[in-house]
């Protein structure tokens, strides 16, 4: 288990963007993905064009239509996948106005759970959908339209 906690990315007038920051690392969640692809010469447009779209999702909203469903049915896990790339950023889309921002990477397989590395960042995500849904039930985490307010850490 690490200690983790909400960090607030953008707060746009269509979309709120959140990302997760374990408490034992120095870069959120979304620092960790932009940073591994920056600067790599085959992934790095694919990165600009999924920055360049949370750009768009921040002034128009997180529509489902943006969004490839991963995880469960059960939970909110989405996958920001950009055309003809195999290079996949998890999120949880919890309404048209919230979004919280995973890590991701290179999808080689034909399903996520085939990876070892990107099912451990839908697994985290599923977990932290998990622990937002039992803080909203005992009155520790408020999701409002298009924010989420919690002073909590997360034990993930």
Not at 81 to 91: A, D, E, G, H, I
């Amino acid at each position: 288990m690490s200690e983790a906690e909400l960090v607030l990315v953008e707060e746009a007038k269509k979309c709120t963007l959140y990302t997760i920051q374990f408490l034992s690392e120095d870069e959120t969640e979304f620092e960790q993905f932009f940073n591994k692809f920056k600067d790599d010469v085959e992934f790095s447009p694919d990165l600009m064009r999924i920055v360049g779209f949370l750009g768009k999702i921040a002034d128009f909203g997180a529509l489902e239509r943006y969004f490839r469903l991963e995880g469960k049915m059960s939970d909110h896990v989405v996958a920001l996948p950009t055309v003809q790339s195999k290079l996949r950023l998890y999120c949880l889309r919890l309404s048209d106005r919230i979004l919280v921002l995973g890590n991701g990477g290179v999808k080689n397989t034909k399903t996520y759970e085939e990876s070892k590395e990107l099912s451990g960042y839908v697994l985290t995500l599923q977990n932290f959908d998990r622990l937002i849904k039992e803080g909203v039930k005992d009155g520790t985490i408020i999701v409002s339209e298009n924010k989420i307010e919690t002073d909590k850490t997360f034990d993930l």
